[in-house]
T-cell receptor, first 115, second 111 residues
Framework: DTGVSQNPRHKITKRGQNVTFRCDPI?????LYWYRQTLGQGPEFLTYFQNEAQLEKSRLLSDRFSAERPKGSFSTLEIQRTEQGDSAMYLC?????????????FGPGTRLTVL | DAKTTQPPSMDCAEGRAANLPCNHSTISGNEYVYWYRQIHSQGPQYIIH???NNETNEMASLIITEDRKSSTLILPHATLRDTAVYYCIVRSGFNDYKLSFGAGTTVTVRA
């Protein structure tokens, strides 16, 4: 399967714990995005990488959130001191600079439940 | 700052065409109309995009009005697998990397 993969698919944690999610984009895609989706809403943009450079962070990304893409390949999203409001689906997408429409390919998401 | 307006839900009979409307009255000249869909428990999937001309691909057709203030996504022969939330998104193309999703239209295809 050459699509975007995310691990884990589900994570249940207790409030105050730290969690880390991983995203493996489509190989050779140099753009990588993180979105968050709560129940009944569309995905909301969190942050974006071009290669290893993090070029934008949404104000939704509080200082408890950090994302990295150390070698311009896979990315991790860490949430420190989780809160119940962090419960959501975390989606990763990737795209290529090639082509004229910059289609984003999404992974299946990581569903986080904070108890 | 929603740029698009879509009906919250619609039903469609299997085998019939599904016509999904979207209003984007504040669209500017360099902004494209994109459509994505999200099947339950999956990530969103790109369907089609257009600037001002009508577009067609293997999944759907996109009809954009001449004034570009609205568009319609057409699924020509809806199947049960087309049941999903459909998002109409306006973005300025290559350099606008974010997708700003609204609440979308929940389409239910019935047998």
């Amino acid at each position: 399967d050459t699509g975007v993969s995310q691990n884990p698919r589900h994570k249940i944690t207790k409030r105050g714990q730290n969690v880390t999610f991983r995203c493996d984009p489509i190989s050779e895609h140099n753009r990588l995005y993180w979105y968050r989706q709560t129940l009944g809403q569309g995905p909301e943009f969190l942050t974006y990488f071009q290669n290893e450079a993090q070029l934008e962070k949404s104000r939704l990304l509080s200082d408890r959130f950090s994302a990295e893409r150390p070698k311009g390949s896979f990315s991790t999203l860490e949430i420190q001191r989780t809160e119940q409001g962090d419960s959501a689906m975390y989606l990763c997408a990737s795209s290529s600079l090639a082509g004229n429409y910059n289609e984003q390919f999404f992974g299946p998401g990581t569903r986080l439940t904070v108890l | 700052d929603a740029k698009t307006t879509q009906p919250p839900s619609m039903d469609c009979a299997e085998g019939r065409a599904a016509n999904l409307p979207c209003n984007h009255s504040t669209i500017s000249g360099n902004e494209y109309v994109y459509w994505y869909r999200q099947i339950h428990s999956q990530g969103p999937q790109y369907i089609i995009h257009g600037l001002k001309n009508n577009e067609t691909n293997e999944m759907a057709s996109l009809i954009i009005t001449e004034d570009r203030k609205s568009s319609t996504l057409i699924l020509p022969h809806a199947t049960l697998r087309d049941t999903a939330v459909y998002y109409c998104i306006v973005r300025s193309g290559f350099n606008d990397y974010k997708l700003s999703f609204g609440a979308g239209t929940t389409v239910t295809v019935r047998a």
